[in-house]
Nanobody, 125 residues
C-alpha cells in the first residue's frame, strides 16, 4: 500500500506562486505515473498535470499550461507541482495521485490507485 503525503498548500494572492510536494512511502514510487488533480467547491475533480514514471513525458490541462510545472525526484520518492501566475479560479483542494504501471500516462482519476490527503490552495484576488 503506497501512502502519499502532501505539503505546500496555502493562501496566496493572484499572480503569486506556490510549490506543492507529494512524498511517497515506497521505493517502487519510481515505477508509478504521478499526477495532480484538483477539486473546487461544487465541482467535479479535474485533472491538472501528470508525469510518466521517468519524468520524460508530462501532460497538462489547458487551463494550467504554461503556468504550472510538474516534476519528480525518484531518489526522494517525491513529485512536485510548481504553480506560477496563480489565478482565483485555481482555488481548489489539490490531490496528488499514483498509478501502478500501465501503458501510457493516465489522465482519468479512475486509473489512479493511490491518493494523497488533499490540501487547500486559495488564491485571493
Amino acid at each position: 500500500q503506497v501512502q502519499l503525503v502532501e505539503s505546500g498548500g496555502g493562501l496566496v494572492q493572484a499572480g503569486g506562486s506556490l510549490r506543492r510536494s507529494c512524498a511517497a512511502s515506497e521505493r517502487t514510487f519510481s515505477r508509478y505515473a504521478m499526477s495532480w488533480f484538483r477539486q473546487a467547491p461544487g465541482m467535479q475533480r479535474e485533472f491538472v498535470a501528470a508525469s510518466s514514471w521517468s519524468g520524460g513525458s508530462v501532460l497538462y490541462a489547458d487551463s494550467v499550461k504554461g503556468r504550472f510545472t510538474i516534476s519528480r525526484d525518484n531518489a526522494k520518492n517525491t513529485v512536485y507541482l510548481q504553480m506560477n501566475s496563480l489565478k482565483p479560479e485555481d482555488t481548489a483542494v489539490y490531490y496528488c495521485a499514483a498509478s501502478r504501471p500501465r501503458l501510457g500516462v493516465p489522465l482519468s482519476e479512475y486509473e489512479y490507485d493511490y491518493w494523497g490527503q488533499g490540501t487547500q490552495v486559495t488564491v485571493s484576488s
